[in-house]
């Protein structure tokens, strides 16, 4: 068995590993809101993701098609298959620390990050698509910023449909809304985070030369869909923890509007190709509800730790997915 296919099995085997881990390290975010004002049990929520994640993983291609080719072009990547093998190493670690310390990082700020470290280390900085990855950058950046503006209209407008109705009636309505905003934000998950794992995989088809194109082959896309299906049954309780209570006091009402806030966002980057980082959008729509009801009411000092942790994963995942790729070197 030659060299190149060890690698491009091994990575096959990373980026589903990497689509389970971004299942039970992101599904958090999807159901906090849902677990925390009981409008369903943690068990019902996980299923319910589930079930969401994968229907949403195998509807869309565009996102995967943008980190396939908009980060570094697979068909001129000197060594492709130890940089991307590097790189879903990096990111796995990185998702792996966060997870443990129950920081809601971003799986997409991991892998992009760790994409072009990689690259970088095995090619110097002339690599990059630097049009493709600013582009990339910008949705990622300013996602959280539309999903806080967001957060904060659709809570000033429910706050003024239902100024005069009765609380317990109002609460009892918004639980059952929930459900379906819980259901609506999964979907938009999976077809937005899963189609990373297709991205990579394809990346590593075309630079080991087994593949032609940028479209993801039907295995690729069921294989990515199964693997963020099954991470998300898994959960993360930890992240749930700090989402779902720890950024502010949850009402059905708030919840409700956080969940179709984020759900709009990354459904809407989806359609436009963006790859987005779904903690980032849910945790920024969470703020912005918060902020419109009552701007003490947010634990402003647990949003500053995730924004910190926001602005630090992509250079640390860069850097130890250069590492990696050093160390992968001796060997490959």
């Not at 943690?42 to 509807?59: C, D, S």
């Not at 190493?89 to 994409?115: D, K, R, V």
């Not at 609506?184 to 794992?197: E, I, L, R, S």
Request: aromatic share 10%.
């Amino acid at each position: 068995m030659d060299t190149v296919l060890i690698l491009t099995i091994l990575i096959v085997i990373f980026a589903l590993a990497f689509d389970f881990i971004n299942g039970f390290h992101d599904t958090a975010n999807a159901i906090a809101t849902s677990v925390s004002t009981r409008a369903m049990s943690p068990r019902q929520a996980i299923i319910l993701a589930a079930v969401m994640n994968f229907i949403g993983a195998l509807t869309f291609t565009g996102v995967a098609k943008t980190i396939s080719k908009d980060i570094v072009d697979p068909y001129t990547l000197h060594d492709g298959s130890v940089v991307i093998l590097a790189a879903l190493i990096a990111g796995i670690a990185w998702n792996l620390i966060t997870w443990y310390y129950g920081i809601p990082s971003s799986s997409s700020h991991a892998l992009i990050g760790s994409i072009a470290g990689a690259a970088i280390s095995a090619a110097g900085l002339d690599i990059l698509n630097y049009k493709g990855f600013l582009k990339i950058l910008q949705s990622l950046i300013l996602s959280p910023f539309l999903a806080f503006g967001v957060g904060f209209l659709v809570m000033f407008i429910f706050r003024f449909l239902f100024k005069n109705s009765n609380l317990s009636k109002t609460n009892k309505g918004f639980r059952l809304f929930q459900i379906v905003t819980a259901a609506m934000q999964a979907y938009t998950h999976g077809t937005n985070d899963a189609q990373k794992a297709m991205g990579i995989i394809t990346m590593a088809l075309i630079a080991g030369g087994y593949h032609t194109s940028t479209d993801i082959p039907l295995w690729v896309r069921v294989s990515a869909a199964v693997a963020m299906g099954l991470g998300t049954s898994v959960g993360g309780w930890k992240i749930i923890k700090t989402v779902g209570g720890k950024i502010m006091k949850i009402k059905p009402i708030n919840g409700a509007a956080a969940d179709l806030s984020s759900a709009l966002i990354i459904f809407s980057a989806t359609t436009l190709h963006l790859p987005v980082s779904t903690t980032h959008v849910i945790s920024s729509a969470i703020m912005g509800v918060g902020a419109a009801q009552r701007v003490r009411g947010v634990k402003w000092g647990v949003a500053q730790r995730i924004v910190m942790t926001w602005i630090i994963t992509l250079p640390a995942s860069a850097i130890i997915a250069g590492v990696v790729y050093q160390l992968l070197h001796l060997f490959f």
